[in-house]
């Protein structure tokens, strides 16, 4: 139904989001630069969520090839991007993930459940082991140097990979793309008996999603300065915007924005707060979350606006 | 004019033969009903026409085109729409999303999203399910389940449907309805293969039956021809 209904309180959000994102654009200009920068990383986090769960929110495929994606667009931007312009760096990075999402997708698209997962995570370790293997053996030198970027220029070109990021997001779940996803998610075997091409729609998704993150590793590549395939090639990454998107609640397309922000910005603070209890009070709010919250943090907050709204009803 | 036709159609699950040298046709506007034993190798067969399962050996036609070795959109798409034995639908989206799919999705021209809305929105009343439009599929009755799905393959603009099993879990009230139904679905000129085991539904609706047994063909004839055939009665009773 989301295809055609227009509610009335679209104008109003509308407006809110283009606030939103007024005061992020100009935010730079007032605030102290480790704030920009501690926003930089946060939407960082959020953008690679946002791709993340572009294909495996409604297709229900958890892709742990996360970590993959993002190092391809960190290696490629330390390999070009001194002798190509900076736009030029981040797309090829985005490029060069969809390519490589496009191979995966094709050969692993038809694994479900437990296989795909194993086999999507093998995928980013392999590609970590290889570099490492070959820089080693074949270069001599593991890890590179990367051209530096001013943090603001970084920062607005994060936010700008957001924004398009968020739009896709947006229009893909809106369209009758999105309504394919959502039936290979609830019954795949049926969805291809009623006319889509299963495989098609699944690989193009999983190679759109991997395009934003490519560009987010490409970008954030200039901002570490120096790269390795253990820092490009994290497991962690891997296994985060599953986390914080489940975090957020993944039912609704801001779930994982907030999921992803909240989770990066409770972990900047337990760290600089309390950097000897810093894991155990994560794990332990995490674990509160995933328990009682089985919708995430956006489920919660809708919950209670429901209830809200009942006792409204039944006081008129 | 055949519309489905199969030579010599063959399945092996290793050495299991599930469907064995298997020949049939369908004509046009006919209903022919599928029957035979549990294990007999009838879903195995659908799954094989459909496009789910590739087949080991033999060749199936669709209006005088093979269709063996193409996926089931592209099968779909060229006209043959499916039920599930257990119905599979879209259980999380609502019962409205569910044949909005199947209209969008099920026919080779593109079809607009309003188009595909009021095309979905016709069916689920030809259905008698329109009072439940924005339910969750996952909250129906199993009637309307079964119903939902024989809507969502009618969505994808079939000229030959494929039945598996549509009235199993109905009570005699519902069963009168399903076929009040498939008379209908009739009537609009879709050709009908249906397994089924309510034989009332079989003996009254079919024009044709196909008799199954360890996935070898035994017995084709009218329904009267099938219900007298010693074959048969032995294989369903015993010697």
Redesign the interface.
Known sequence: ?N??TVTSKKPFWGGVLFIILILLITLPLYVPPYLVILLTTILMYVTITVSWTIFSGPTRYISLASAAFFGMGVYTSALIGKIMPLPLVILAGGVSSFVLAVCVGLLTLRLRGMYFIIFTFSISELIRNFLLWWETTMTGTVGRWVVMVEHTVVYYIILFIFVLALLAAYLIRRS?FG??L??IG??E??????????TMVKTVTFAISAFFMGATGAIMATKWKYIDPRIAFDPLLSFLPVLMAIFGGTGQLFGPVFGAAIFAYLEEILTTKFPYYYMLLFGSILIVVILFLPHGLVGLVQKWRKGGLKRQNANS | MQILEGKNVTKYFGGLAAVHEVNFDIHQGEVVGLIGPNGAGKTTLFNLISGSLPTTGGEIRYKGKKITGLKPHQICKRGVARTFQSAKLFAGMSVFENALAASLFGTKRAISVPDAEREAAELLDFVELSTERERLARDLAIANRKRLEVARALATKPDLMMFDEVMAGLNPVEVAQAMELLTRIRKKGITIFMIEHVMKAIMNVCDRIIVLHHGSKIAEGTPEEIATSRTVIEVYLGE
């Open positions: 139904m295809i055609t009758r309504l394919a959502k039936s609830e019954q075997e049926a969805a291809t008996h009623i006319g889509i091409n299963a």
